[in-house]
């Protein structure tokens, strides 16, 4: 089965039209969001369906993005790591092998995306000191995330809202939190990438 026919499967379930899915998409993502045309040419199986579609279809409608693309040759290679027992913090990356196609070598960073729902916050994390410079580059993706960092001077916080970016010493202890009443996300660049 086909990304589409489950999404359009899905639909049917929940008795949402694409006018009322767009409506939900919108509500969640507002600027941000897919566009009509593009949502119904995508239910309708006239185009090929894009990972930031999917993205948007698959969370407003409640399931995994892997379980819409499952069975239809599309699996991807992403590694989930939940920050707590309730899936309410989560980082989700692809494969950290990930090679350029022309060279063959090893990507030197871990690249992955964080979720964070209303009032949640990750463990307080620190790469090791002394052993190389390591960098977290933070890229807002939706909502207002809080870096929050350990300096001399006490924890320090740095907001990053939609479309900001912030970069940091990630030998300094860490953590990120959601202060606000709706789910956020941001990209996570670590550099290089430490496991």
Request: charged share 30%.
């Amino acid at each position: 089965m086909q990304p589409y026919e489950k999404i359009k499967n899905l639909m049917d379930q929940k008795g949402l039209s694409v006018v009322e899915l767009h409506r939900q998409i919108r509500a969640q993502y507002g600027r941000k969001s897919i566009s009509y045309l593009t949502l119904y040419r995508t239910v309708n199986g006239l185009t090929k369906v894009r990972d930031s579609t999917l993205g948007q279809v698959a969370e407003t409608l409640g399931i995994p993005v892997k379980e819409i693309k499952k069975g239809a040759g599309q699996e991807d290679n992403h590694i989930r790591y939940d920050y707590d027992d309730k899936k309410e913090i989560y980082f989700e990356a692809n494969d950290c092998d990930i090679m350029f196609a022309e060279n063959k070598k090893k990507m030197p960073f871990l690249a992955g995306r964080l979720v964070i729902r209303p009032k949640g916050k990750t463990t307080i994390e620190q790469d090791p000191p002394g052993r190389e410079p390591f960098f977290k580059w933070i890229y807002g993706l939706r909502g207002e995330v809080t870096c929050v960092i350990e300096t001399n001077q006490g924890w320090e916080r740095k907001s990053v809202k939609c479309g900001e970016c912030f970069a940091f010493n990630s030998t300094l202890r860490h953590y990120f939190e959601n202060n606000k009443k709706f789910k956020v996300m941001c990209i996570v660049l670590q550099c290089p990438k430490y496991l």
